[in-house]
């Protein structure tokens, strides 16, 4: 069987010091869903402040997924990276398909993190 990729066993990629600061000074978190008590991110969209999206390129992308895997935001090592199911709690969310699970929410970080969310 196939391990699920996570970010507590995704590579850990170099520091970017620019993208690092970006990411900071806009104040982003990774975009993290939530279905059945599952978390789940594509490892490139974040979040803004006032709930926007936003697809990063890849440096940004990978410093987020640094920051995140260093617990940036709280410990987030159980996300399952994957885009597919990424995509299908995102458009549940946003009442895109048919079959919008109720059980399924967007992540937020809880107040006690440190990091871009504070």
């Not at 594509?42 to 895997?69: E, I, N, S």
């Amino acid at each position: 069987m196939k391990q699920e990729k996570t970010v507590a066993n995704s590579r850990f990629a170099t520091e970017r010091p620019q993208a690092r600061e970006y990411i900071r000074r806009e104040k982003l978190i990774p975009d993290v869903v939530i279905s059945h008590g599952k978390l789940f991110w594509d490892g490139w969209t974040a979040r803004r402040p006032d709930g926007r999206r936003v697809m990063l390129p890849d440096a940004f992308a990978t410093q987020l997924l640094v920051m995140t895997k260093a617990g940036e935001w709280g410990d987030l090592s159980r996300v399952i990276l994957d885009w597919n199911k990424h995509t299908l709690v995102r458009d549940a969310i946003e009442r895109k398909t048919p079959h919008s699970h109720l059980d399924s929410r967007e992540w937020q970080p809880s107040g006690k993190t440190r990091g871009a969310s504070a």
